[in-house]
């Protein structure tokens, strides 16, 4: 199944962040028929982190939990949809039981999140989803008990720390703020880089869509302080990495090597004869390359660049 930009982003991103946390199961097939529940998440007991550096998420993903996240908020039917595919994870577990003889333990058996840009209060309402006493955080609603289910609405989250890893996965000035906040972080932080990583990469893919709409252009642009930053820490590693050799063009080959993975992701993979006029560039050149890659669209527009500076 081909996964849109958001989804491989925002599968990857909750690997990312959860991992350390417990175990994380992407397109978790479940077995009655053919769905998959966007992300399962166990926790290990203990965490390899503190929960709490994950601030709202952290506290949200204290018990196994069926995440599903969305783009634009689900409707009616994309909800039951999601609760559906939980009750069938039970119903899993449950057969599993009965097998080994075993009881289950209701309580214990998860919840469903649902992580949206939005949630009107029509679908608030409809599901009876009130604020959740426990957590107590505007932007987060729980179920009646029984469904077994809490929906985060990302753009009532408040502006803090604490949300700002459930913020990143929203629109407008909410992402953009959030994406400003994420490179404000000392790059000490255990999520800092690779969070950037993965956001260039969501960038990539998807300036790469063949159906690139008008939402996508300002996802693009929300995203583009990130990706620019990331760039630059990748091209600081190539340095470093050739200046570990004490030569300067030990410097030179660990640029390239940083550019080459640069342009491959910008591209897909390009042509030996690509490959071998990029390595003729200087390290100026390289960097002036590293500075314009973000305008250009295609690999004729990275030849025509080429061709202008190679004679």
């Known amino acids: 199944m081909t996964r849109k930009p958001h989804d491989n982003f925002a ?21 009655d028929e053919a769905r998959q529940i966007d992300i399962l998440f166990s926790p290990s007991s203990p965490p390899t982190i503190p929960p709490e550096s994950l601030g709202l998420l952290g506290i949200l993903v204290t018990q196994t939990s069926s995440i599903e996240i969305f783009r634009n908020q689900p409707n009616l039917f994309q909800v039951l949809m999601c609760a559906n595919k939980l009750y069938s994870y039970f119903a899993e577990l449950n057969r599993l039981a009965r097998r080994e003889n075993k009881s289950l333990d209701i309580e214990g058996l998860g919840k469903l999140l649902i992580i949206s840009t939005t949630a009107s209060i029509d679908l608030l309402e409809g ?9 107590n955080c505007h ?11 809490t929906i985060i609405a990302v753009n009532k989250l408040p502006v803090t720390n604490k949300t700002l890893w459930l913020r990143i996965l929203g629109k407008g000035k909410v992402q953009r703020d959030a994406v400003d906040e994420l490179l404000a972080l000392p790059d000490t932080n255990v ?7 993965l956001i260039a990469n969501w960038r990539i893919l998807t300036i790469k869509q063949s159906n690139f709409i008008d939402e996508d252009q300002e996802m693009v642009m929300n995203l583009s302080t990130a990706y620019i930053e990331w760039e630059q820490k990748t091209l600081e590693q190539g340095r470093e990495e050739g200046r570990e050799e004490g030569r300067e063009e030990g410097e030179l080959k660990g640029i390239q090597k940083i550019i080459m ?40 527009d990275l030849e025509q660049w080429l061709q202008n500076r190679i004679k």
């Not at 599901?127 to 957590?135: K, M, P, R, V, Y």
């Not at 999520?191 to 990583?197: A, F, G, I, P, S």
């Not at 490959?275 to 305008?295: A, F, G, Y």
């Open 139 to 149: 932007g987060v609603y729980s179920f009646p008990k029984s469904w077994f289910g």
């Open 11 to 31: 599968k990857d991103y909750f690997e990312e962040l959860l991992s350390p946390l417990g175990k994380v199961e992407i397109s978790r097939e479940i077995t």
């Open 127 to 135: 599901f009876g989803a009130t604020l959740d006493s426990e957590i």
């Open 191 to 197: 999520y800092k880089q690779n969070t950037l990583r």
């Open 261 to 300: 993975r640069l342009v491959n992701q910008r591209f897909g993979e390009i042509g030996q004869p690509l490959m071998e006029q990029i390595r003729k560039l200087s390290t100026e050149q390289l960097e002036e390359l590293t500075d314009v890659l973000l305008t250009l669209s295609a690999t004729t």
